[in-house]
């Protein structure tokens, strides 16, 4: 005996199942910011008062490199994931949801491209 609808086991409907990864990567992503935004915080109210050269030297220290750049993907990968459910949920036409969830996703790719390329020319002193 199945609790599936006869009318959905017919047409192919049901679980994708990809559900569950999205879901754990949500979760994950979302525990990792956790640390992170608490560093963020903290690193940016001790730079409020400093010029812009204290800021570099306190953002080329490797440690605080590695940490900003795993808190912006972790950020930009968690808002990626959001975002697609909300797109997945809310917008009806198939083209449109398609062009969308690329866009967010291009964006999320150049957002992180971009922000590694600043963190290296800031550590590298360049």
């Given at each position: ?75 930009l990968y968690h808002a ?47």
């Amino acid at each position: 005996m199945s609790l599936r609808d006869p009318l959905a086991e017919v047409r192919g409907l049901g679980s994708a199942k990809a559900g569950t990864e999205h879901w754990w990567a949500q979760r994950v992503s979302s525990v990792l910011l956790l640390p992170l935004t608490l560093w963020f915080l903290l690193a940016a109210a001790s730079l409020l008062r400093a010029d812009y050269a204290d800021a570099r030297v306190y953002l080329a220290q490797p440690l605080n490199a590695f940490l900003l750049l795993a808190f912006l993907l972790a950020a930009l990968y968690h808002a990626w994931l959001g975002l697609q459910v909300v797109i997945e949920d809310y917008v009806h036409g198939r083209a449109m949801e398609i062009s969308l969830l690329l866009a967010v996703r291009l964006l999320a790719f150049l957002a992180a491209l971009g922000a590694a390329f600043c963190l290296l020319r800031i550590t590298m002193g360049a």
